[in-house]
């Protein structure tokens, strides 16, 4: 098993699949939050909630999930738009080199104050913040990584609603 604790795929990377949300809030904020890697600490990005679908989960139900856990916030499978976009990614993480294929969804959600009691051990190691950001601030402002590197792109696209079309980002490869 790798330092991820992921399975193996054929290559023998770690590699699993994963349900995303970029959630609005009553203004058209999004929720972003910033992480960074612990073997390479000077090294952080803004991302996406979200997480690892787990043994019998549908994306769905994994993004209601993963919601609750890294924010507080309770959404039901009703709350979810898409999926709306379909990554495949490669990237170093935790000293290994990882892949991972993602199911994005778009949500609203109040702005109120975010929980992080849900947070695994890893999650608490590595995540630094989570922040609401107006989409043009957001844009003038994150001078970093961020991920998908198109998200804010797309946010101003889906801030009015979704267009019903899937977008598909295959193998994405990340620093």
Known sequence: ????????????????????????????????????????????????????????????????????????????????VGPVLYRTAEFDFLAVTARQDEWFFIARAPSTALSRDGWTELERSVIDTQRWWDI???SATIDGEIYPAQILEYA???????????????DTREP
Do not use: C
Not at 20 to 35: C, E, N, P, S
Not at 156 to 163: E, H, I, Q, T
């Open 1 to 80: 098993m790798s330092a991820l604790d992921w399975p193996l795929d054929a290559d023998g990377y770690p590699h699993r699949e994963a349900a995303r949300v970029l959630l609005f809030d009553d203004t058209g904020r999004v929720l972003l939050a910033m992480g960074h890697d612990e073997d390479q600490p000077e090294r952080s990005w803004w991302f996406t909630i979200g997480g690892g679908i787990e043994a019998g989960e549908d994306p769905r139900a994994a993004a209601v999930r993963e919601v609750y856990e890294e924010t507080g916030l309770r959404l039901s499978t009703d709350d979810l």
């Open 136 to 138: 043009d601030e957001a």
């Open 156 to 170: 101003r696209a889906w801030k009015d609603g979704w267009n019903g079309q899937l977008i598909e980002l295959t």
